[in-house]
Every structure is written in structure tokens, then in C-alpha cells.
């Protein structure tokens, strides 16, 4: 009997040794992949990154402009483009569709979500590109807009979800009309979780680089035309990361710092923004 | 949330707290919300006892009791006054009211539409692409391992067993990993690490695969071959095992799935501990109180109430790394060849698309491109409504797992 308790005790304890010893080992990825980032990318970011543009190999210097603007105005229209439709079809599915329709569409949603981004880097290909006759930054933004709406949607339909009935029955018991409930009630009060969510699909997409291979294609001069190929900064990344020169390695790790600090820079706004609102409610 | 939300509105309904809010307190008597249409029902007069058709204020008024409660329903929507100035204006508004409703309606079951059709139209699509490959070699081709796209071979099973190959080894190395720590985070360690711990997993998250393929390229791929090395010398003729034949590159199997094993990671990690925390108080105490200690409570009390949630968080985990390009493009070395080595280098779905869609020697090559992109994408549905609707069950016999997102 005591020597079974003994037993059970060193098993237990060993076993719990091994969920913590598994808990540190997942966290080294990122500890050494943000170790490495920082060592090769802090040599390599200065002004010029953002203020020229590349230059042949064999030259040194130049920098990502190019592939920074690209990267923004691709990111950017396709954000015009998806986050209204996703809020938009995420206020139907809570405000008017009947439970049936709504979680057939966020199943919908769910499958959607989970499509790899190079089919939809098809899908952008075939639908765009092939009528063009020419890659485009709009390719781009399609590909992107596709990849990010059923995000948009999932988030903005969790948040609308968290906004309590009674608060629409008070809406309707005052007369207002269904569309100033849903924009005025509804959509108001999850107003900072719709913009973090927003805000994080809009990082999430801003690193997708398989649908960029074959819509927005990469362009190594500055283009601000929406019809012509664009360089974006994942693309350029990955070209320069897979070629022989070192100095084109040092401008990969330069735009992968820029990129990192991008993406955590957007999802420490949207924790701020989700703080500073519950602050205030508190206040 | 409520009290700001509160000021925010335009009408004024700051003062009615919901849960005094007579129409809350009525509608359960009444049998309906709905205001009562004038001349309905032989009421008596709302204005009696409040004075005047006022706003209701909610904590203020008596309320009588329940029986009696009922008289003061009209009170919330007073009867049109009977003053004919007012009563265009306010038909007005209500006609412009419907009509914006609808128009509202119409714009956003639009959008919701549009959604729908988004998966529609991307299965049509990649149907339509593929149809001249298919037309032109069959669907049998899929299964012939030769892929030579200049010589009009396209057979895809090279990319399927890459894609099947490298996946196994990430999610073998993910799911215990995973599961091991959602434990650890749950179960044993204190609120303050185990917050620190998911924040740092949800932030691996969000780093996009082409940096951890960048990474991969300069700092895993030559640890891998390192490793690689140590066992081609290790003295119990290791490398004569067929997992560990090959020359040793550092790039291949192995480093995919070490790198896809890092990207499922954080999803399989949040969605287990989602379905952790989702057991019941009680199963943990029943377990205490028969005297368990706190590894046979998580063994036997709390991991089988969760296995189910667990294997959906595998599925849905599978479904993603599936679809992974750039980062196993980046450290696979991208040879079309079926070799049971980890130290080989091989190709997979998403990786030959990648590769090859903008160099495609002809229409046909592009068609056979995208034909396996088809793959791909019936892969990834496949396994996400398989996992789903397994979830959305779980969830409704046991009320489970809530984390699949």
C-alpha cells in the first residue's frame, strides 16, 4: 500500500515533469526565431531599406521601397474591399438571418477559413489575372480580399454575438427601426472588437506570400499602377531568400524585421484598443 | 460593456436597467413582446395609474403585481395621440423606417450571399481549371508517380506522398507536443506562466510561414543537417535504417516537417486547451476526492472526457498544415521523389504550385497545376467539415469543446 503510494508519487511527478518539459520546448521556436530575426535583421535595417530601392546583385546597398509600398497599397485595397463585405455579412447573419441560414453560413465560413491561401491564389489567378491577360496588384488584393473575409466574418459575427439581446429588445421596444438597431445598437457597441479583429486579419494577410507568386508577381522597379505587376514585401522576401547573394539574404532579414515589427506593432494596437475601451467602461 | 454602450444611445433607454425593464419583466405573462395593437383587446386605461403616456423609467415604477401587471403593457407604445399634426410625420418616419430596413437587409444579405458564394465559386473554378488535364490524361494520371512537365507527364503522387509525408511528421511531433503542454498550462502550472506561455505560442501564430522559412533556410536546415551528420557517423550503423538513409543536406523531409510542426503547434495548443478548460469542476474533484494524484486525475479523469475535442483539434490542425507553402517550398529542397528517408528531399502539393505555376511550359501544364491545387482544396474542406461537424456534435451531447475557431 505505501510502497504503491510511493509509486504513484514519482509517476505523477515525472509525468508533470514532462508536460512542463513540453511547455518550455514550445516555446523555443519563437524564442530563437525572434533571436535570429533580431541578430541578422537589426545589421541590416537602416533609412535606405525604406527609402530606395533594390539594386542589382553584386552592387551593395539599396533598399525594400518598392516592396513596402506594394505591400501597403495591396494590403490596403484589399481591406477596402473585404472588411465592409465581411461586417456586412456577419450583421446579416446575426441580425436578420434565421439560426438555420446563419450556421450554415458560418459553417460556410469555418471551411473557408481553413482553404489554403494558394488556392485561393488560384482561384484569384483564374478569376483576374487569366481575363488580364496580365499579373496585376489588383490580382493581389482579390487573392487577399478572398482570404481574409471569411476571417472577418467569423470575428465580427463572435463579437456582434457578444453584445447582449436585451439590448436590441430595448431597440425594439422604442420603435427604431431593425437597421438603426443593428448599425446604432449593435454594431456600436462591439465596435473595438470588430476593429481588433479587423486589424488582425489585416496583419494576417499582409504576410501571405503563396497567392502573391502568381497574381501580384513582384516587380524589382517602383509601380504605383494598379494594373501592373507589384512587388510586395513577403514576395521579396522569399525571392531574395532563396537566391545565392549575401547582400540580397541581408535585405531579406532587413524586410522580415520590418514585416515582424508590422505584424506586432498592429496586434499590440488591437490589445490597446481593447484595453483603453474596457478602461473606460470601468471608469 | 452595458453602462457606456448606454450613453451611447441616441434614444433614451440610459435609465431602464434590463432586468426592471417592464417590458422584461412582462413579456413572459403577456405571452408576446409585440405592442398591442389599439382597440385589441378591451383594456383599461394605461393612463390611469402613471398619469400621461410617459417613457417607462424602469426602477421607478410600481409594478403591481403580475396579474395585474398587465394593463400597463401600453404604456411602452402609448396610443397615436390624437393630434393631427403629429400623426404624418410619424407615418413618415415609419414608412422610411421600412424601407431602410429593407434596403438595409437587402445590402447585407448581399454581402452574407457573396460569402456563400465564395466557396461555390472557388470549387467551380479549380474544377474548371483542371478539366483539360483531366480531359487529357485522365483522372488515373493522379496516382502515376511521373512528373515531367515539359514532356507532357503530370503525375501527382510524388507531391501527394510529400504532402502526406511531411504532414505526418509535423503533426507527430505537434499533437503530443500540443497536447503535453495544454496540460502543463491547465493542469499544473500557476495562472502567471501559463498566461506568458500562451501569449508566446499565439504569438509563433502569427509570424507568417515565409519568415519561418527564412528562418528555417539560415538557422534550422544546417541544425537538421548537423543532426544528420551525427547519425551518418554514429557508430550503431544508424543510417542504414530506411528512415535515416540518404545523403545527409539538412533539407528534405525532416526540416518540412520540423517547421510545419512549429506552425500547427499554436492552433492544435489553443484548441486543446480550449476543450481542457472546458471539463467539467467536478470531474476534477470526483477525482481527488477517490484519491488520485494530480498526474492520475489528468490521465484518467480529465484527458478521456476530452479525447474527442482533442482529435477534432488533430483534424482541423491536418487541414492546416496541409495547405502550408512557403516556409516547406523554402526547406523541402523541392525533388519530386518517393523515398521513406527523413534526410531525403522531396515535393509536395503546394510546393510544386508554387514552384512551377509561372515557369509552366504550356496551358496544359498550368491545368495540371491547378488540378492539384483541385487536391489540395478538396483535402482541406474534406477534413475541415469533417472536424467541424464532429465538433459542432461534441458540443451538443456533452456541451464541450467551444475552442474550434
Known amino acids: 500500500m505505501n510502497r504503491s503510494h510511493q509509486w504513484r508519487k514519482i509517476q505523477g511527478r515525472s509525468m508533470e515533469a514532462v508536460c512542463l518539459l513540453a511547455a518550455v520546448l514550445a516555446v523555443i521556436p519563437l524564442f530563437a526565431f525572434l533571436w535570429h530575426l533580431v ?3 537589426a545589421g541590416a535595417f537602416s533609412m535606405a531599406l525604406f527609402t530606395k530601392l533594390p539594386l542589382p546583385p553584386g552592387e551593395l546597398g539599396g533598399g525594400l521601397r518598392n516592396a513596402i509600398f506594394g ?16 461586417i456586412g455579412a456577419a450583421v446579416f447573419m446575426t441580425e436578420f438571418a434565421r439560426p438555420a441560414t446563419t450556421s450554415l453560413l458560418r459553417f460556410a465560413c469555418d471551411v473557408l477559413s481553413g482553404v489554403p491561401s494558394i488556392v485561393m491564389g488560384l482561384l484569384a489567378y483564374q478569376v483576374v489575372v487569366r481575363p488580364m491577360h496580365h499579373f496585376s496588384a489588383i490580382s493581389g488584393s482579390v487573392a487577399l480580399a478572398f482570404i481574409m473575409l471569411p476571417v472577418v466574418v467569423i470575428t465580427t459575427q463572435e463579437m456582434l454575438r457578444l453584445v447582449p439581446h436585451s439590448l436590441r429588445e430595448a431597440g425594439h421596444a422604442l420603435g427604431i427601426p431593425a437597421w438603426r438597431i443593428a448599425s446604432s445598437i449593435s454594431l456600436r457597441a462591439a465596435a473595438p472588437g ?90 | 460593456m452595458r453602462p457606456s454602450f448606454h450613453e451611447e444611445i441616441p434614444m433614451d433607454v440610459s435609465s ?48 403591481p403585481g403580475t396579474a395585474e401587471a398587465l394593463p400597463a403593457l401600453p404604456m411602452i407604445a402609448p396610443e397615436p395621440e390624437p393630434d393631427p399634426d403629429a400623426l404624418p410625420e410619424d407615418r413618415y418616419h415609419r414608412s422610411t423606417g421600412r424601407v431602410a430596413d429593407q434596403l438595409f437587409r437587402l445590402g447585407t444579405g448581399t454581402c452574407a450571399a457573396m460569402v456563400a458564394a465564395l466557396i461555390l465559386v472557388v470549387i467551380l473554378f479549380m474544377v474548371k481549371g483542371s478539366i483539360p488535364a483531366f480531359k487529357d490524361h485522365g483522372l488515373g494520371a493522379i496516382l502515376s508517380p511521373a512528373w ?44 502567471g506562466p501559463a498566461k506568458a506561455i500562451s501569449l508566446a505560442v499565439e504569438l509563433l501564430a502569427a509570424i507568417p510561414s515565409v519568415l519561418l522559412g527564412l528562418w528555417g533556410i539560415f538557422e534550422l536546415v544546417p541544425l537538421v543537417r548537423r543532426f544528420e551528420i551525427s547519425i551518418y557517423k554514429s ?66 479523469f480529465i484527458l478521456p ?26 526547406v523541402i529542397g523541392n525533388t519530386p521523389q518517393i523515398k521513406a528517408s527523413l534526410f531525403a528531399s522531396g515535393y509536395t502539393l503546394a510546393s510544386v504550385i508554387a514552384n512551377e505555376f509561372t515557369e509552366a511550359p504550356s496551358d496544359l501544364a498550368i491545368s495540371a497545376l491547378i488540378s492539384l491545387g483541385l487536391i489540395l482544396l478538396l483535402l482541406s474542406v474534406t477534413l475541415n467539415a469533417a472536424a467541424r461537424i464532429m465538433l459542432f456534435y461534441l458540443n451538443r451531447s456533452q456541451g464541450v469543446p467551444q475552442g474550434a475557431k
Open chain 1, 71 to 86: 505591400s501597403l497599397l495591396v494590403v490596403g485595397t484589399a481591406t477596402v474591399v473585404g472588411i465592409p463585405i465581411g
Open chain 2, 148 to 191: 515531367d512537365p515539359t514532356n507532357q507527364k503530370y503525375g501527382a503522387l510524388t507531391f501527394l506522398f510529400g504532402t502526406a509525408y511531411t504532414s505526418l511528421i509535423g503533426m507527430a511531433i505537434a499533437l503530443p507536443l500540443g497536447v503535453l503542454t495544454a496540460v502543463a498550462l491547465v493542469e499544473i502550472l500557476p495562472k
Open chain 2, 305 to 330: 472526457y476530452s479525447w474527442k475535442g482533442i482529435f477534432g483539434a488533430g483534424l482541423l490542425g491536418l487541414a492546416r498544415v496541409l495547405g502550408e507553402t512557403m516556409a516547406v517550398t523554402m
Open chain 1, 39 to 41: 541578430a541578422m535583421g
Open chain 2, 235 to 300: 557508430p550503431f550503423g544508424l543510417r542504414r535504417l530506411p528512415i535515416f538513409g540518404g545523403a545527409p543536406l539538412g533539407v528534405g523531409f525532416l526540416a518540412a516537417g520540423l517547421l510545419l510542426a512549429i506552425m500547427a503547434l499554436p492552433f492544435i495548443l489553443s484548441v486543446t486547451r480550449e476543450v481542457l478548460l472546458q471539463v467539467p469542476r467536478s470531474q476534477r474533484e470526483a477525482a481527488y476526492a477517490l484519491g488520485a494524484t494530480r498526474w492520475q486525475a489528468i490521465r484518467r
Open chain 1, 194 to 283: 470588430i476593429l481588433t479583429g479587423a486589424i488582425l486579419s489585416m496583419s494576417r494577410i499582409a504576410g501571405e506570400t503563396a497567392p502573391m507568386l502568381f497574381t501580384s508577381f513582384g516587380n524589382p522597379f517602383m509601380s504605383t499602377d494598379p494594373r501592373a505587376p507589384i512587388a510586395t514585401l513577403p514576395h521579396t522576401i522569399f525571392t531574395y531568400a532563396i537566391s545565392p547573394y549575401d547582400d540580397w539574404h541581408r535585405l531579406a532579414w532587413g524586410g522580415a524585421l520590418i514585416l515582424v515589427l508590422g505584424i506586432l506593432g498592429a496586434t499590440l494596437l488591437s490589445r490597446c484598443i481593447l484595453w483603453w475601451h474596457q478602461r473606460s467602461l470601468h471608469s
Open chain 2, 16 to 63: 431602464t436597467e434590463t432586468p426592471d425593464h417592464p417590458v422584461a419583466g412582462l413579456a413572459p405573462h403577456s405571452g408576446s413582446a409585440q405592442r398591442p395593437r389599439p382597440g385589441s383587446a378591451p383594456l383599461p386605461s394605461p393612463r390611469a395609474p402613471l398619469g400621461g403616456p410617459v417613457r417607462p423609467s424602469g426602477p421607478t415604477d410600481e409594478q
